[in-house]
């Protein structure tokens, strides 16, 4: 080798990798040597590779707590160091400072370096002011290398805590800053071990009372057992001590230390009997009255064994001897107030000169465990409330979780289940769905499961379809709805442990239990695997997953309501899709209507006021009804394109059912009305041409999906019309959300060009003028539009006057047919007479009530009566405010009265013959006359 140049060494070594690590292996100190000596080349390797460092952490966990562990020790430490010396050197200071004034110096102090060299005098201010500045750079200081408590302390107090928090749950919200705790725990400053003991050298009972505030003010119960451990080592000298608390079920009491000792650097003596190695080094348990420690926790009595080579009652396969020479051992129970063993602390081997523990000895030790017996207690009580804190947040974020997601279940187990894994502290969490709940035979159909990996994240799987169980507990669980806690899974017959062996997991304890919907039916099993810490789960664990599983059910049975909802809307929309497929016009109608020829105005006569309801034909209707539009200019002001104008208007024909009245020829009639008002009176200047439309399309739109029936009947059979808008206005509101679907049809929009502000502003003005043929709004206004006209006080730039003008006009046009010459009145009468009677007859014979007179057929005889009163209480107080609007419209008021003197006539001669048959034979002989006229007429 010594032949050899640096580039052949380099590259044998190259192609011999494995030697390398060997050689590294046998001799780390080398390694060490070298990181000491080049530290840039590692840091610079590690900014470049840094997948590299988080492999090395993930692979070593414990390494990167081993170092903030050291860190801690040594900064504590150095922290009670500097506090001692630092009060040391302000004595002096001070001392130099009085005698220095009392010299008649100035008040300055002079300091040195490490190495002895004097320094810049520093002036000194006032002393509040020195002590302010000195405590601000010891928090400083503390801030950055303190202590975990302190740590946690004051990064608490800070500002970015609250959203630190909040930020840490998955998913973020503001509930945990809510939920945080407010209890700020006390802080004592410990000494370290080397001032304790040079305060037990001169003074013990300063040194006694030290040790017992040392363990007074700690809350933490990790911590307090650790200083308790270190202390009661000084207190009597010993040089191993270990401490171990009584946990468990009342019954099933095991003894646990979770410190090795009270030297951390020291392996532990004591091997415990546990169930695996993995339960051995996460803590040592040792059972009731087997061993020292054991028999102590039993019997409530301290145990002094002077030499354990000499006692038979002393078992050495309790204490690695391998470690440690037990040579001497003093054991001691600790108690709380009722006298009750709550823990036991052993001390082995004397320090000092090799002596056994002495009566002395004990009586000290068990002083001190009296203390420490309060100290423990306070923490053991703050545990649990801290314990409970926690579960209560846990659960009020599982149902925040709950009430945040609802719309896919796999979201909400996983949240659940994320929840349970850390507030459990378990390994595995499962859920598994049946089939079916209501069949007998159970089956499952989607399994969720989520494991906890070794670099501490957790790892959500999902399967479907039929799953087959692995152990037969979940099934059995499912089967008979018990909760099972098996504390020993390998023994459970139910358990197979074949899947351990396949996946390398080791299963030692589960909790299974069921999961219920809101009918108390199993709909799931969920089942927690291993805690974190090696024990069985307990009777906390069983309360508090039996609480998510109560959580999780009604997270599933929400979420499945809501799927189901999210269903029958989605069929709901395919039923409304189906059915205004079929409720609108085909595309050969369309263009039928598109390509034929619309005759003028003067031809059809739709501007007359006196215009026959029954002169045009459905086709030629429709050509009317299209030729309004086009004599008004909406389809050049609003852009209105014509094939969608016939689409619309074919579409709106076929929507209207075939009833007696309230039928598309209603609605034509009715649109007639308003297009001769607007080409007649100067109501046409008054109202924009927004409103124009609007009362144009709110006309053949009015009565749209009309069933024959009034609100009244609507609201007294329950229909499903009534369930959706209430009582008022309950078939003007469907009228207008009809029209609003034909608008929101494929191809029909005749606003689709205008303006978003016309847009909005037709819409808005389209349901005013629908909901105004309601007579009870009619009534309600109709006496401000009187007084208004009456006294001339109206002013047409105020919203509110032409809302009240346009709902007179809808309701005008609605009734016009009153305002008709007789033989075409006559005709509208017995049409609604007809469909009311209709209504009645369906509330007699289906609502089993009797009808009102209006619907009565039997009281026909009644009409003529009837009329006239609907005249003089409708008709003529609203055409005679319109004529007073304009001369023009008188015509309509002229055919209001004209008509009202036919029915008093009939009225009048029903009466003066007496003959309630002979009043009916007269107006179906009318009736009968002016059919056969019609069809002369038509002949003609």
Known sequence: MAGLSNVQIGKWLHSHPSFIEGWLDDNPAVVGKWLQKNPTRLSGLLEGNPERLEDLLDANPCMMEKYSQRR???????????????????????????????????????????????????????????????????????????????????????????????????????????????????????????????????????????????????????????????????????????????????????????????????????????????????????????????????????????????DPSYEEEFHLSGVYQVKSLLSLPIKKSEDEVIGVVEVVNKNSDGSNFTRDDEKLLETYLTFCGIGIINAQVFRNYMKEYDRNRALLEVVHDLFEEQTSLENVIQKVMQRAQTLLKCERCSVILLKDPTEAEVTFTKM??????????????????????????????????????????????????????????????????????????????????????????????????????????????NTIMYNEMCKAVAKQKVALEVVSYHASSTQYDVEKLQES???????????????????????????????????????????????????????????????????????????????????????????????????????????????????????????????????????????????????????????????????????????????????????????????????????????EHRDLLRGMLMTACDVGAITKPWDIQKRVVELVTKEFFEQGDKERKELHIEPNVMFDRSRKDELPQMQVGFIDSVCIPLYAALQKLDIKLTVMLKGVKSNRLQWQSLTTRRRSAGDASGTLHVIEKTIRSTRKLGKSEEKT
């Not at 401490?243 to 099933?252: N, Q, S, T, V």
């Not at 494991?451 to 089967?479: D, F």
Request: hydrophobic share 35%.
């Open 597 to 799: 020829t619309i005759p003028e105005c003067n031809f059809l006569l739709i501007d007359s006021l006196e215009f026959d309801d029954f002169s045009l034909d459905p086709d030629k209707m429709l050509k009317a009804s299209i030729r309004m539009f086009m004599d008004t200019q909406m389809l050049q002001k609003f852009n209105i394109n014509y094939e969608t104008l016939c689409r619309f208007i074919l579409t709106v024909r076929k929507n209207y059912r075939k009833v007696a009245y309230h039928n598309f020829r209603h609605a034509f009639n009715v649109q007639q009305v308003m297009f001769a008002i607007l080409q007649t009176s100067c109501l046409k200047e008054i109202l924009t041409e927004v409103e124009q439309l609007a009362l144009l399309v709110g006309s053949i739109c009015h009565d749209l999906d009309h069933r024959g029936t009034n609100n009244a009947f609507q609201l007294k059979s329950h229909s499903s019309l009534s369930q959706l808008y209430g009582a008022k206005a309950t078939m003007e509101y469907h009228h207008f959300n009809h029209a609003v679907m034909i608008l929101n049809s494929e191809g029909h929009n005749i606003f689709a060009n205008l303006t978003s502000e016309q847009y909005t502003e037709v819409m808005k003005l389209l349901k005013h003028a629908i909901l105004a043929t309601d007579l009870a709004q009619y009534f309600k206004l109709r006496n401000n539009f009187t007084t208004l006209v009456d006294n001339s006080k109206y002013d047409w730039k105020l919203k």
């Open 72 to 310: 801690r020790n040594k900064v504590s430490i150095q922290r009670s160091t500097t506090q001692y010396s630092r009060s040391d050197e302000r004595d002096k200071r001070r001392e130099r400072r009085d005698s220095g004034k009392n010299n008649g110096a100035t008040d300055v102090y002079a300091s040195s370096s490490n190495d002895g060299t004097p320094t810049t005098p520093r002036k000194r201010s006032q002393s509040k002011q020195f002590l302010r500045q000195d405590f601000a750079r010891s928090k400083a200081k503390s801030y950055l290398h303190a202590s975990e408590p302190a740590l946690q302390s004051e990064y608490r107090s800070s500002k970015r805590y609250p959203l630190r928090r909040a930020s840490s749950l998955p998913p973020i919200h503001s509930l945990s800053v809510l939920l945080e705790s407010k209890v700020l725990l006390p802080q004592h400053t410990t000494l370290d071990r080397e001032r304790k003991l040079e305060l037990k050298s001169k003074n013990e009972r300063e040194f006694f009372l030290e040790i017992v505030k040392d363990i007074s003010h700690d809350l933490d119960l990790r911590r307090l057992t650790s200083r308790i451990l270190t202390n009661v080592g000084l207190l009597v000298d010993a040089e191993h001590s270990c401490l171990f608390l009584i946990e468990g079920p009342r019954g099933k009491e095991v003894l646990v230390s979770h410190n090795p000792g009270s030297n951390p650097d020291s392996p532990s003596f004591f091997s415990g009997r546990g169930d695996s190695e993995r339960e051995i080094n996460l803590s040592i348990q040792v059972p009731f009255g087997e061993g020292v420690v054991g028999r102590v926790a039993e019997s409530g009595k301290g145990i002094n064994i002077p030499n354990t080579d000499k």
């Open 448 to 557: 969720f499961e989520m494991t906890t990996s070794m670099n501490g994240h957790s790892n959500a799987t999902y399967n479907t379809g039929e799953v087959k169980l692995i152990n037969g507990i979940m099934q059995h669980v499912a089967e008979t709805g018990d909760k099972l806690n098996i504390r020993d899974a390998q023994s459970d017959p139910r358990f197979n442990p074949d899947h351990d062996k396949t996946s390398g997991f080791r299963t030692r304890s589960i909790l299974c239990m069921p999961i219920r919907d809101n009918r108390f039916r199993i709909i799931g099993v969920a089942q927690i695997v291993n805690r974190t810490d090696g024990h069985p789960f307990d009777e906390n664990d069983e309360q508090l997953f039996e609480a998510f599983t109560i959580f999780c059910g009604l997270g599933i049975n």
